[in-house]
């Protein structure tokens, strides 16, 4: 495991392509020993990491520039959602930024609330190094075609819906409709195959990430949400109850 991510982050590049910086991630983690830990864990796979300790500093700092992907805990200091605040305004600094929750908070209210306010991955605190840093590295991955000079458009129209899969942007008759990196894929896999049903299982394998059942619907009401914002008369996502869900949009 470690072999393929330090591969990944620090991989030579070919002629003619642009060296690729280190990844900077940050950590917003009120329990200093545990975000040290984390720190280098990650430092040790070549990602250079910044640590803010509560959601003030975090907020300051992601204000004159942005991380490449960002680790929150919920419980911050004496703000006992503070996490989730901070996840709110990263979310509307850039819809597209990778976000991941790692907390000993294990209700499922908690994690419904973490992924409708945007979070792409919500972890608890006893998941192992390497399955965390499969997680991250999945979600650097995903984002990697926004950092990439772009060569041919790929394009997918169904309908009112426009995919970019170079910028991994979404439009809605025209109009932009802003998902999350796990949200994008997840369009894309039941767009890719109109009137073709998606399991939960095929969602999860197009977005990379492992979700139950509880977590995959939020996340679907949450992608309906954001495009009825756009048309209340929204429609193009049918559930196929007990199996899964198609895109009924031409």
């Known amino acids: 495991m470690r ?43 070549g990602f250079r990491v910044t640590v803010f300790s509560d959601r003030a500093s975090a907020s300051s700092a992601f204000s004159r520039q942005l991380p490449d992907l960002a680790i929150i805990d919920v419980g911050l200091g004496d703000e006992i959602e503070g996490g989730f605040e901070l996840c709110r305004d990263l979310r509307s600094r850039c819809p597209e930024l990778p976000i991941v929750f790692l907390t000993a908070r294990d209700s499922e209210l908690d994690i419904i609330c973490g ?17 965390m840093l499969a997680r991250i590295v999945a979600l650097l991955r995903r984002v990697q075609a926004l950092r990439s000079p772009v060569r041919e458009e790929h394009m997918i129209q169904r309908g009112d819906l426009t995919l970019n899969l170079e910028r ?42 492992v ?23 929204f429609a193009a996502i049918d559930t196929a109850y007990g199996v899964g869900y198609r895109w009924s949009g031409a």
């Open 115 to 131: 992924l409708r306010l945007g979070a792409d991955d919500y972890l608890t605190k006893d998941i192992s190094q390497a399955h």
């Open 168 to 209: 991994m942007t979404c439009q809605w008759q025209a109009q932009p409709v802003e998902l999350t990196v796990t949200e994008f894929w997840m369009v894309h896999a039941l767009a890719r195959h109109p009137g073709h049903v998606k399991n939960r299982q095929q969602l999860m394998e197009s977005a990379n990430v």
């Open 3 to 45: 072999a393929v991510i330090w591969k990944y982050v620090r991989h030579q590049p070919q002629p003619g392509q642009a060296r690729l910086m280190p990844h900077t991630i940050a950590i917003v983690e009120d329990e200093a020993s545990i975000a040290a830990n984390y720190r280098d864990t990650l430092q040790r796979q």
């Open 211 to 233: 979700l139950d059942d509880n977590t995959i619907t939020s996340h679907i009401k949450r992608i309906r949400r954001k495009f009825e914002a756009v048309d209340d008369g």
